[in-house]
């Protein structure tokens, strides 16, 4: 069955208080169309400016993940964002009337209740996942930290935690399958030292903290006075040190809740790659730096990766696609069925091959003494291989066909003569849009590159026989 792009059913808002700025406001979620992604809306500014979830617009992580754009900020995305990876929705505008997302209790849980309220729709366009094809890794050394992804089926998650302390030392997180993140990751809250904790409230940095909406970790002695002076501060009638080292502000969801928030902290930021993933992360002692850090090597990696579709080829790889899967995709038959194997596919590319031989009927009268493959037979190939490509983003492609409605700047290199491997690499050059597709084409024999052309296509449903 294919995955499909999700969106909400329904607008929902959610109130509340930033963390940092101590903003009161309400942010509201509403369904947006397909290929949109996650984007925030500042309606509190005239101009009503949208910003991306994107990681491109990581400014800052001291404390959080902070997105700007044209200095319009939009602080602590990360527990909202992580929520949406959790619950598979692709596709949200988020409104919001002050700079940060509300902290709610310092989880996930809220923001989850709001996307089951609004109900989850599934839309009529194939998700686009970011497929890990090798480890990518990102390391801090000093400070011990490295984040790890490798090829996966799924998206899966590993953590471990240390700091050091006798409260809280080493702990460990695992995440099997996304599925499972409104169980048992959504509800864990953010934590932080009593040390830090003073800090921050003696630097005027958490305007909206209360002992609410985070775990408090005491990692030193402290004094009745101290303690007495945290209650009237917070507005509590009492605050004490419980036997497990943390205020009695709260009590633990699970003995490696920080561990667990760490994890969530991490799907969050990675969701910033706006699309989702198929590898399995390991990380240890991670944060919202190196996360992110991390989330913009992939990035660069895949960009670089996708820059590099070119020879050597294995055209002798066991196939994505053999003749007998191409005949069910493309309507063409022989002597004009030209595309033999599909070596490669991914959401944005596909390699496929020819093999040129003597018996091709064409070389009968094109040249017989010295046979050369007609290049209007070189565009036609690799018209048939961007139409596989394309008619792979529709279910049921049988139903459909793809009929080409520009083919720009081709360029023939060299000749293709009997004998020769024919490989066409072909990149999309923007997101598919109204079934109109646009691609950019090189083939190769070899490593030489014998054409090159710009393709637009047309995905169009058959008629009803």
């Known amino acids: 069955m294919a995955d499909k792009q999700k969106t909400i059913g329904k607008s929902v808002t959610i109130s509340g208080t930033g963390l940092h700025t101590g903003q009161l406001g309400e942010m509201t979620f509403h369904s947006a169309p397909v290929n949109h992604g996650i984007k925030f809306r500042r309606v509190d500014i005239d101009s ?12 800052n992580t001291e404390r959080g993940t902070t997105l700007a754009k044209n200095s319009v900020f939009i602080y602590t995305p990360e527990h909202v964002l992580a929520a949406f990876m959790g619950m598979g929705i692709d596709n949200v505008l988020i409104d919001l009337d002050m700079e940060e997302i ?48 490798e090829p996966a089926e ?41 040390h830090e904790l003073e800090f921050l409230l003696s630097n005027n940095l958490i305007k909206g903290g209360d002992l609410n909406n985070a775990i408090v970790f005491v990692n030193r002695e402290v004094s009745q006075e101290d303690l007495d002076k945290l209650a009237e501060l917070f507005n509590k009638p009492k605050v004490k040190v419980k036997p497990n080292g943390i205020l009695n502000n ?33 990380a ?23 820059m590099l579709k070119k020879p050597p080829f294995d055209i002798y790889a066991k196939p994505y696609y053999d003749i007998n899967d191409i005949k069910k995709i493309l309507p063409h038959r022989p002597p004009f069925l030209l595309v033999d194997k599909v070596l ?24 017989p003494d010295e046979p050369i493959m007609p290049g209007v037979l070189q565009v036609e190939a690799m018209a048939q291989a961007g139409g ?31 004998g020769d491997v024919l490989v066409f690499s072909i990149e999309l050059t923007a997101p598919i849009k109204r079934g109109i597709c646009s691609m950019h084409g090189k083939a190769y024999v070899g490593d030489k590159l014998v054409m090159e052309g710009h393709l637009v296509a047309q995905i169009i449903k058959n008629k009803e026989k």
């Open 284 to 306: 240890t002692r991670p944060g919202h730096q190196a996360n992110t850090e991390f989330a913009k090597k992939i990035r660069n990696h895949k960009i670089n990766k996708a």
């Open 344 to 367: 490669q596919m991914s959401d944005d590319h596909i390699v496929a091959m020819k093999s040129v031989s003597l018996n091709e009927p064409y070389f009968v009268g094109h040249f």
């Open 250 to 282: 709260l009590d633990l969801i699970y003995q490696n809740e920080p561990a667990r928030h760490k994890l969530l902290d991490i799907i969050g930021d990675i969701s910033l790659l706006g699309m989702p993933i198929k590898g399995r992360i390991t």
């Open 48 to 59: 009503n400016p949208i910003i991306d979830a994107d990681v491109s617009l990581v400014v």
């Open 388 to 418: 596989i490509f394309v008619l792979n983003s529709v279910d049921q492609p049988e139903l459909y066909s793809t009929y080409f409605l520009k083919i720009n700047d081709v360029r023939f290199r060299s000749k293709v003569v009997p």
């Open 102 to 149: 509300p902290i709610k209790d310092g989880s996930s849980k809220y923001f989850i209740e709001a996307v089951k309220e609004a109900g989850i729709v599934e839309q009529n366009a194939l998700r686009k996942y970011l497929v890990i094809e090798e480890p990518i890794s990102y390391e801090i050394p000093e400070s011990s930290v490295k984040l790890l992804i």
């Open 154 to 194: 799924e998206f899966s998650i590993s953590v471990v935690i240390d700091y050091e302390t006798d409260v809280l030392g080493q702990q460990e997180a695992h995440l099997d399958s996304i599925h499972n993140f409104e169980d048992e990751i959504a509800s864990c809250r953010t934590f932080v030292f009593l």
